[in-house]
């Protein structure tokens, strides 16, 4: 068998985080960006998918991202600024976003992955409804698709691209049909379709070609719905500091016990397996919930590795 890795691929930002009219923070983010860090830091190969420039910022990240064990073989990076996005926190600390970029004519100029049965892949957000970039993301997709791969995408749709949704809803559609699993929130599919509950989102999901969701509704829980399973999941009432990145490390908390098992048959997971696996990314997202980073931290990683559950999930 060879070595599972796990591949991310999404827009990449550098997040400044504003409360009361004031930044309180800022660091490298984008969705699979802030997933693959808290990856990274678990001690699970990862390698970042995206594009952001050749300037002090893209330094910035670049070296972050070194720093957390990602792996940087798989960036464009290009002549210009890196793209920048404005978080600001309402009074119950959840995030409304501002992004501001200019990206090059050619967009996502790397060179495609071997991928194998064994690698998990993950896309999303912005960059996969983006026409420009469309091109290199389904032969990216593809590839690994026919490569036996396991695709899981989360739409990560943002208030801020409604006005463009008659435009790009074919492409979440497809985003939709290639993927094994389907991780989103109750927002995204209210947004996206009008769906009202897990069900009529689960009933849109299988129209559109995938039978595996996880369908999270913020502090009211966490319901999963596959072709065996309908369940639902209380998450723990916890102080928020902010929500930034929540979505973001309650999918690596995903990808962290898939990628543990040795049998990448979605058929084969038992309702146990599925109470560990939700559990688990309930548990990420929570700890960044916690905190202001987007992010896992070093210490609850490391405890994650002490308890690795490659031991107990086959």
């Known amino acids: 068998m060879s070595i599972s890795r796990v591949f991310a691929i999404s827009e990449t930002f550098y997040d400044i985080i ?25 001690g699970v190969p ?7 420039g050749r300037d002090n910022i893209g330094n910035i990240i670049f070296e972050f991202l070194r720093d957390n064990k990602v792996s940087t073989d798989y960036l464009c990076l290009y002549d210009g600024n890196s793209p920048l996005s404005l978080a600001f926190l309402d009074n119950r600390n959840d995030a409304t976003y501002e992004f ?8 996502l100029l790397i060179d495609i992955p071997c991928f194998s049965p064994d690698d998990i892949v993950m896309f999303g957000s912005i960059l996969s409804v983006t026409k ?10 593809n ?4 490569a036996g791969s396991t695709v899981l995408y989360d739409p990560n749709f943002r208030s801020s691209q409604l006005f463009r949704i008659e435009e790009i809803r074919s ?18 599919m209210r947004m996206i379709q009008g769906c009202r509950s897990s069900e009529e989102a689960y009933g849109f999901i299988k129209e559109n070609g995938c039978d595996y969701l996880i369908y999270t509704a913020s502090s009211d829980g966490v319901y999963l719905k596959t072709p065996s399973c309908s369940k639902y999941y209380k998450v723990p009432a916890i102080e928020t500091i902010s929500t930034v990145g929540a979505g973001d490390s309650f999918n690596a908390g ?17 309702e146990q397996v599925w109470d560990e696996i ?22 609850f990683a490391r405890f994650q590795k002490d308890i690795s559950p490659v031991t107990i999930i086959v």
């Open 18 to 42: 504003f409360t009361k009219g004031k930044p309180i923070s800022a660091c490298p983010g984008g969705a699979m960006l802030n997933s693959s860090i808290s990856l990274g830091r678990s």
């Open 46 to 52: 990862v390698s970042l998918i995206s594009e952001f």
């Open 100 to 107: 501001y970029e200019k990206f090059p004519k050619k967009r």
């Open 132 to 141: 420009e970039a469309r091109t290199k993301l389904e032969e990216l997709i």
């Open 143 to 146: 590839a690994a698709k026919n």
């Open 171 to 188: 492409m979440i559609f497809e985003n939709i049909a290639y993927s094994n699993i389907v991780r989103a929130s109750d927002e995204d």
């Open 254 to 270: 995903i990808v962290y016990m898939l990628h543990a098992r040795k049998d990448r048959n979605l058929e084969n997971i038992t």
């Open 278 to 299: 939700i559990g688990k990314a309930i548990d990420f997202s929570s700890h960044v919930c916690m905190s202001n980073e987007n992010y896992i931290s070093h210490d």
